[in-house]
C-alpha cells in the first residue's frame, strides 16, 4: 500500500484512539458510588500562596469503598485542604480529626444513578462524535491523493472497519461504566 494511505491511516487511527483516552478520563470523573481517589483529582489547595493539586500536598487513598482519606504532609494544611474540597464544589463534606482529612462518599440515589448514566452516554457519544470526524478526515484527505479509484476505494473500507472497532470499543467501555453506575 502506498505510504501516503498508511500515514492517513495512522492518523486517523492516532486521533480516534485519542477520542478514547478521553472518553475514559471522563469517565472515571463520573463518580459510580465508589470511593477513588480519582474524585478529589480536581481540587486545587491553595499551599503557601499558590493553588497546588490535593495529590501534591497530600497523600490520597481510599481505606474503604464509601471513604476518602486524606493524609497532609504537613499537619498545617488540613484546613486548607478542606477549604480546597469545599471551594472544588464537589459534594463531598470534609470532616478534619487533627491528622487527616476524612470524606464519607454517600450511597447513590436511584435517580442520581440516572442521571450519571446519562452523564456517561453523553461523553460516549461525544467520542464517537470524534471517531466519525476522524473518519471523515481521513475519507477527504484519501479522495485528494494522486491514486488508483481501486487504491482510494481500499483505503476507505480500511478507514470504515478502523471506524468501526473504535466505536464498538466505545460501547464496550459506556457498557462497562454503565454496569458499575447501576450497581448497588
Known sequence: MNEEIEFILD????SMDA????LEKELVNIRAGKASPAMVGSVMVDYYGS????NQVANVNTPD????????WEKSMLQEIERGIMLANIGFNPMNN?????????PLTEERRRDLVKQAK???EDAKVSI???RQDANKEIKRLDASEDLKANAEVDVQELTDIHIKKVDDILA???KEIMTV
Do not use: D
Open 11 to 14: 492518523s486517523a487511527r492516532e
Open 19 to 22: 477520542a478514547l483516552l478521553h
Open 51 to 54: 493553588q497546588t493539586p490535593l
Open 65 to 72: 469503598a464509601r471513604t476518602i482519606a486524606i493524609q497532609p
Open 98 to 106: 487533627g491528622e487527616m482529612v476524612i470524606i464519607s462518599v454517600p
Open 122 to 124: 453523553s461523553e460516549a
Open 132 to 134: 466519525r470526524n476522524a
Open 176 to 178: 462497562i461504566k454503565e
